[in-house]
């Protein structure tokens, strides 16, 4: 069941009004400044998340090179979108900066982020779950179609 509110998580259809924006998902995730990509979280539940962003547009994206920001970099947007559903799991307590630790499967049907029209839509799916870490799968979508998917793992560092 997804959080009170929600229309739900359906592919390519962010549900509104976001349930949490831009500065509660700033307390969210472990990135400050510009690195923070996530303008708000959609819809949420135990186990995925949906999350949008507007800021593969700015012209001052930290990831941009050379003047574009490459589709690749959809990556981080899903990885954020994990720290964010990790602390909301964790009643809403930023959880400590975690590891990447393997991507599997990663499809990139996008040549760059930057010049699509619209926000984009960041959803990840926990498929396990444990004390040092995490594996989900993840989709960032844009434009009316899918822009990037796959597997990440994630390690959380010790105490």
């Not at 923070?36 to 994206?61: E, M």
């Not at 900066?97 to 499967?105: E, P, V």
């Amino acid at each position: 069941m997804l959080s009170e509110g929600a229309s739900g998580l359906a592919p390519g259809i962010p549900p509104t009004p976001p349930l949490l924006d831009g500065a509660a998902v700033r307390r969210l995730v472990p990135h400050r400044g510009a690195m923070c990509l996530l303008d708000a979280i959609a819809a949420w539940d135990g186990v995925r998340i949906a999350a949008l962003a507007l800021s593969h547009r700015d012209p001052r994206n930290p990831l941009r090179r050379a003047g574009a920001l490459p589709a690749i970099c959809g990556v981080e947007y899903a990885l954020q979108a994990m720290a964010a559903h990790g602390a909301l799991r964790a009643s809403g307590r930023a959880q400590p900066a975690g590891f990447l630790s393997s991507l599997r499967g990663v499809e990139i049907a996008a040549e760059r982020l930057d010049d699509l029209p619209g926000p984009l839509l960041v959803t990840a799916e926990a498929l396990a779950a444990e004390a040092r870490g995490f594996i989900y799968r993840f989709a960032v979508e844009g434009g009316g179609r899918r822009l990037l998917a796959g597997q990440a793992a994630i390690i959380l560092p010790g105490e």
